[in-house]
């Protein structure tokens, strides 16, 4: 049996569950809705507050949807009642980051400003010049959007220059050695 598969997930008061035919399951809450289509072989119950996952055999691809499904699932419920957030830091002499509207513009270095456009269901802040906060209900889309910022300039093992998670530590090498 699957570890996380097989925990049960709290639906707490405030958050509608529906879950339709082919487990296309619709999460209400006080932050919005999230819909998601899960695999059709898992078999998700909602007995009151609690919903289960359970598989319908011990073959390897459902043994690996099994943990998935609930886990999605989890996102889901998390997302609509408390979010999802990740902040990012920007390093380097010069390197600053303003929003104007939905859009982010990043200065990093290149001969040009990178314009960035929030997408749906999404939200950027800037704090200071240096630190971005993207937060969002859906966790994919809100872990997507820091990692396409983060890949327009990656931080560098140097000077460690670029943009990082503010939890992401950066393993960094020593310089070129001089003569002797």
Do not use: C, W
């Amino acid at each position: 049996m699957s570890r996380i598969g097989k925990m049960p997930i709290a639906v707490p008061a405030g958050v509608t569950v529906d879950i339709a035919e082919n487990n296309k399951v619709t999460v209400k809450g006080p932050k919005g809705t999230l819909e998601r289509i899960l695999p059709a072989e898992m078999e998700i119950k909602l007995d009151g507050a609690v919903l289960t996952v359970s598989r319908p055999n011990d073959l390897k691809r459902m043994k690996s949807l099994h943990g998935l499904t609930r886990t999605l699932l989890h996102n889901m419920v998390i997302g609509v009642t408390e979010g999802f957030k990740k902040n990012l830091e920007i390093n380097g002499v010069g390197y600053r980051a303003q929003k104007s509207g939905k859009t982010l513009t990043l200065f990093l270095g290149y001969s040009h400003p990178v314009e960035m456009t929030d997408p749906e269901g999404v939200e950027s802040t800037v704090e200071g010049q240096n630190k971005i906060t993207i937060a969002g209900i859906d966790k994919e889309k809100v872990g997507q959007y820091a990692a396409e910022i983060r890949s327009k300039r990656a931080p560098e093992p140097y000077k460690g220059k670029g943009i990082k998670y503010a939890d992401e530590h950066i393993r960094r090498k020593a310089g070129k050695a001089g003569k002797k």
